[in-house]
């Protein structure tokens, strides 16, 4: 089988990785990819957001199944015309990821059909002023959300009145562009927030892993939102039973509600959750593997990838099963100095294949080139180090021990990845 991975971060990365590993795989490419990708896959030099070039190229080249690995290419319909010109793929119709693509439709589909979540409102710019009165009347803690796809960084926890009316100013003055033309404001949960990732085929759905990330740029949760700096895999506040409370009152709830809608959802849908005293509710949904968490998850998983997601493009998943190493994992992300905002690039980084050399860890790129044998950085988040181990304590450490061998003074990373997890999980890894 030939496979096309679409993107080119570490997520696309570990994705490629693990697919070269499958015996049904024959040939993995990647579009656009990256330098480090081109260890495990064949690089094809056409945008993500290319739809066009993508859907002919996989057509010319016989491809027998695409991956979509960022969501702005499912947002602009990727798969519906890959399955026009009779190509399978996994992620879901433009209509199905609404559910990242806006927070306001998952919100109301969670309202019509009794998925538990938190008390929102909905607000157009227009609303501004109803908005503002909203907010001050629920006070703080409280969180708002710019309605559409924001990098990761379109949703203010704020604990102050005036934090919340200074996040919904920033979003109707066009800070997050269209995306923020309406925001959602909702009540602030209380709780442990952890990840589950679940593989659908519109009317199943397998468990592929759960992850804890790690938002904030500095250590002990401070600074400006990224798109993730670091996790670790399994999440504490997900044992199997709490696993299985989430897919019975969440993530199949989600699945029936999509089909009876007319948008039944097939791909890897990434429920972000608190667990409160009450139980799971959602924080909001994204339609593929999450970044950095792709790349602890897919490390523990002992089913092969590929089969699992023939499987899904195939409607199969009710026949299935999937089983996971008793291990953890733990990843760092390494970023130019400056990062979420603007950064340098070209930078050197040097002693990779010493990194690489610590026992039981992987190195996924996401923002590098190489130059006369060279490693350059070439944006802000570059490189995601993975140390796995028996237990969480032993994977931080070897991811450590691999990041403090790589030399590159004009990066920076978290010294705290895995904090929250470690205090509650020391021991063996149980589950997904």
């Not at 996989?58 to 290419?73: M, T």
Request: with cysteine; charged share 25%.
């Amino acid at each position: 089988m030939r496979v096309l991975v679409v993107g080119s971060g570490a997520r696309e990365h570990a994705l490629c990785w693990s697919l070269a590993a499958s015996p049904l795989v024959k040939t993995v490419l990647c579009a656009p990819g990256n330098a480090g990708i081109a260890r495990d896959a064949e690089l094809v030099p056409i945008a993500a957001e290319a739809v066009d070039e993508l859907v002919a190229f996989a057509r010319r080249e016989r491809i027998d199944l695409v991956v979509v690995g960022p969501e702005r290419p499912l947002v602009l319909g990727l798969v519906d015309r890959l399955a026009e010109a009779g190509v399978r793929a996994i992620g879901p119709s433009a209509a199905a990821a609404r559910l990242e693509g806006s927070k306001a439709f998952t919100k109301e589909l969670c309202a019509r059909h009794g998925i538990p979540t938190a008390a929102f409102r909905v607000f157009e710019a227009r609303e501004r002023d109803a908005a503002r009165t909203y907010i001050e009347a629920r006070g703080a803690p409280i969180v708002v959300k710019a309605d559409g796809l924001a990098a990761g960084k379109g949703v203010t926890v704020a604990a102050t009145v005036e934090e919340a009316l200074a996040a919904l100013d920033a979003a109707f003055d066009g800070a997050f562009g269209e995306a923020g033309a309406r925001v959602v404001v909702e009540e602030f949960l209380e709780g442990d927030e952890a990840s589950l990732f679940a593989l659908c085929d519109g009317r199943d759905a397998l468990v592929l892993g759960t992850a804890q990330d790690h938002k904030r740029a500095f250590d002990g949760d401070r600074g400006p939102n990224t798109g993730g700096m670091g996790a670790c895999s399994p999440a504490p506040p997900l044992p199997p039973a709490m696993v299985e409370r989430a897919m019975a009152e969440i993530v199949r709830p989600t699945l029936a509600a999509m089909a009876a809608e007319g948008t039944p959802f097939r791909g890897i849908l990434y429920a972000g959750l608190m667990i409160g005293p009450t139980g799971p509710r959602l924080v909001e949904y994204n339609v593929r593997m999450g970044d950095p968490e792709c790349q602890v998850v897919l490390p523990r998983l002992m089913t092969d990838l590929g089969q699992l997601l023939f499987g899904a493009a195939d409607g199969m998943l009710g026949r299935m099963s999937v089983r996971f190493y008793p291990t953890h994992t733990l990843g760092v992300v390494l970023a130019t100095r400056g990062y979420p905002g603007p950064v340098g690039r070209g930078s050197e980084l040097r002693g990779l294949e010493a990194a690489e050399a610590v026992e039981g860890v992987h190195l996924f790129h996401a923002a590098t080139r190489k130059e006369g044998g060279r490693w350059l950085a070439d944006g802000g988040r570059v490189l995601t180090v993975v140390g796995s181990g028996a237990t969480l304590a032993e994977a931080r450490d070897r991811a450590y021990a691999a990041v403090d061998r790589i030399d590159w003074p004009e990066g920076f990373c978290r010294r705290d990845i895995g904090w929250r997890a470690l205090a509650a999980s020391p021991g063996p890894a149980r589950g997904g």
